[in-house]
């Protein structure tokens, strides 16, 4: 189904349909409104069935051409849009399964490759390790990678696993939230990209959790983004993108320079 919507040949079956669903499904509605609206015809021993009939079996006729026409071309208009709408549906589809299946189902062999300009691995999103104590400034560091991999190409980050591919789950982080499970990780993580980088782009994410060694990993899946996506936290603006299998900061000659290439060469 996803290849069939992208291929340019069905567009040719939604366009004249659309033409179709035009002249007999929207002239006709608008025929009855207008009917309705103006109480017509002056005869009222006419109902509106039989009105929207002899309305309809003119529609071909010379002075009726051009308004057929007219709905015809909205009517393709509808099918050119609903294709376009039904291609990136099949684009973004076929990105979560790219990302999903990287490489494989198996989450073991995905942590197994290591980290690279796709994957990244996060200890935790609020609980400090290293000082064994909640720390809001690593809740930074998460928007920072999932902006990063939003500039670039997309990817996958796993919370819950250290650098070393070691799984440590999400105990730790459940313990710092009021509701205290991957319901409420979801909510929150969504929370956070809405704060710092827009609403919007919570669409771009996909957030899961697997069961790994008998401990809970959440695996966020990030499409690529249409437009240069900034942090902000604070006053302070930031722009980020994955380059060597880590994410940095761009200065603003930087960021432009990328921003050129990345999006408005397209």
Known sequence: MRNRVLSKKVLLSFIPMGAIIGVFVLKPLVIMLIWLEFKLPANPDVPLPTYVVNNMLKSFSFEMILVTLAFASIGMIIGLVFWLFLKEVAKREQMIDFLTNQPGNDLAALIAVGENDTVEFKSSMRWDYQNDKLNKVLEVVIIKTIAGFLNTRG?????????????????????????????????????????????????????????????????????PAKFPVYSQNGNKTQFFMRAGGGTRELNIKEAMKYISSRWESN
Do not use: P, W
């Open 155 to 223: 990817g996958t980050l796993l919370i819950g696993v250290d650098d070393d591919g070691l799984s440590l789950g999400l105990d730790k982080d459940y313990s710092t939230l009021k509701k205290k499970n991957s319901d409420g990780y979801e909510q929150y993580i969504n929370g956070l990209i809405s704060s710092y980088l827009g609403t919007d782009l919570c669409a771009k994410i996909n957030i899961m959790f697997h069961q790994l060694d008998d401990k809970e990993i959440c695996r966020i899946l990030i499409l």
